[in-house]
């Protein structure tokens, strides 16, 4: 079942490359780039690839309708999130645009410094249900910070119809990877999974704003 996932994810990969590369040959002005978007997008699924895991800790086995629950509904939910926080982004983007870096840069460090404190912490592992409103309060949860993500989208121009999705489908295959990974593993990678989560995003605004400035 990830195998099938993952096909999938890579044919989405080469489409996503393609529109995107089209995309930027008629723009003068320099985006966000494929892998600031790849990474930004492993950044915020740390979060449902931490919960995934101990979903397949409390379940014991990494049965097909388990993985297509977390893979759906976390990667549901982290593709509406940014979505949501992109068209509320832009009613904004006029008046704040010569700021907007800088929102960037501080909305991406202050989510990656929470993903890195709660890393440290010893929070309890979820349970074994994948009822409805278990699963979406889950999926609300692990996909909060993509709604913040999604506010600095409109700030860069992004696309968000291609970059939700991707972002969508990439969740979908960790949370899928982090629910067998829970079953063989247990919660030994938890944590430090948050962590890189949380330091990607915070090098990847410091990235943004100094592009804005000129530094680099």
Known sequence: MIWVGLDFFLLFLRK?????????????????????????AVGLAMDAFAVSICKGLSVGVAKPKYILCVGLY??????????????????????????????AFILLAIIGGNMIRESRGEEECVGARFDVKEMTALAVATSIDALAVGVT???????????????????FV?????????????????????CFGGIVLILIGLKILLEHLGIV
């Open 74 to 103: 976390f990667g549901g939910f982290q593709a509406l999130m940014p979505t949501i926080g992109y068209f509320v982004g832009v009613n904004f983007k006029g008046a704040i645009q010569s700021v907007d870096h800088w929102i």
């Open 16 to 40: 996503f490359c393609a529109d995107f590369k089209g995309r930027k040959n008629n723009q003068e002005e320099k985006e966000m780039g494929f892998l600031e978007l790849f990474f930004i």
């Open 174 to 194: 960790i949370s899928a990877a982090g629910l067998k990974i829970g079953t063989v593993f247990g919660t030994k990678y938890r944590n430090k999974a948050e």
């Open 153 to 171: 989208f409109a700030f860069l121009d992004v696309n968000i119809a291609p970059a939700a999705a991707f972002i969508g489908c990439l969740t």
